[in-house]
Every structure is written in C-alpha cells, then in structure tokens.
C-alpha cells in the first residue's frame, strides 16, 4: 500500500501515537511552529493539513491529554520516509512536551456526510462566511446539502481568528474525495478546513 502512495503522490492520514501530560487549549499555533521545524515542506505541500487535537473537555485553560489522542497529519504519500524519521522525536508545543510514537498511514475513504471543526473564513457573521464557502465550493463542483455549525476561534498571533464548523452530507464519492483533498478556506496548518468522514449531521453543532 505505501508504494502505490508514493507512486501516485496521493494524499493519505499520517497518524502519530501521542505521549504527553497536557496542552494549552489554544495550542494550534505553537503546533504548526514546532511541525514546520521538523518538515518545512509542510509549508508549501499542497493540501497539508494538521488536523485538529481532541483534548479532554473542560473550561481550563489547560487541557488534559487523552491516552487516545493522535496526532493527524494529511499530507503527501510520498512524504513517508520524512514521517517515519519523526519516531522517538519531542516536539515542544508551548512549552509542553509531545513525544511522538511511530507513525502509521491510511488511505482517504469517501463518505456522503463529512464534518470540519472549524473552517476559517473572512466573514465574522454565518451569512458572510456562508456567502464565501458556497463560492469555494462552486469553484470545486462540490453538491450536496451544507449547514453551518457554530462559531469559534483560533488565537493567531496573539488576535482571534473566527471559524465556523461545517457539515456536507449527501456527497458522491469523487466528491467527497475531492473535498477531503482540497478543503475550504484557509489555514490548514491551523486545524482549519480539515473535512473527515462522520456518521451523523449531529456532529455540526460541536
């Protein structure tokens, strides 16, 4: 499988094990710094994404970190020698260690419905940032029915960025594969316009 990766140069799930106590709850910056020190092609690599973490619940400041947790990236296929070489390795995300586990690589499936925690967008308002994803999604001759989730934020140099989730659902399968691919709006590296498969529209008020 991770021959025919590198050969097509398609986009796939790297998935680290994650060994560490806690992270600020507001972390994605100091994360996409302490990646793109180790891989500066994430930066450029069309289609990298740093998928967001799931921390434990709660109104602290600092988060717990789930045995569970994995750190996701969606990156290049052929990427696989550089990943592999990140074993063993610990990153510092704000002050607080990540040691990252060996890594493992699966391919992108294609769902009807797909979900993003948050997608980042100019408009501050549902109606604005809705006006701008139905372009983006035109521009890709993505169908099926959208509903937009609630607004939130990401501290971006030190000022918070707002961002909506979002939900797509009755996609066909190239589709939906074009949409996990590509993504929407900006940021990336951030967490932002990351679309995963998800089993139920629920999900977008999260």
Known sequence: MTAVFAHQGMLVEAVFPLEGKALPREHAQALQHALTERLP????????????????SGPERLALLSGRTRLILRVNGN???????LAGVELNVAG??????????????SHATLYAYRVAAMGVDEPAFMQIMEAELAALAIAGERVCGKR?????????MA?????L???VPEQSLRL???GLGPHRLLGCGIFVPHKSAAAVGG
Do not use: C, N, Y
Not at 41 to 56: E, F, Q, R, T, Y
Not at 152 to 160: K, N, T, W
Not at 163 to 167: A, L
């Open 41 to 56: 092609w994430l930066s450029s690599d069309a289609g990298a994404g740093i998928h967001p973490l799931k921390l434990v």
């Open 79 to 85: 990427r696989l020698e550089a990943l592999q070489a």
């Open 96 to 109: 607080h260690a990540l040691r990252l586990g060996a890594v493992h690589l699966r391919v992108l499936q």
């Open 152 to 160: 939130q934020s990401v501290l971006v140099d030190g000022f918070e």
């Open 163 to 167: 961002t909506f989730s979002m939900m």
């Open 169 to 171: 659902h009755g996609l």
């Open 180 to 182: 996990q691919e590509r």
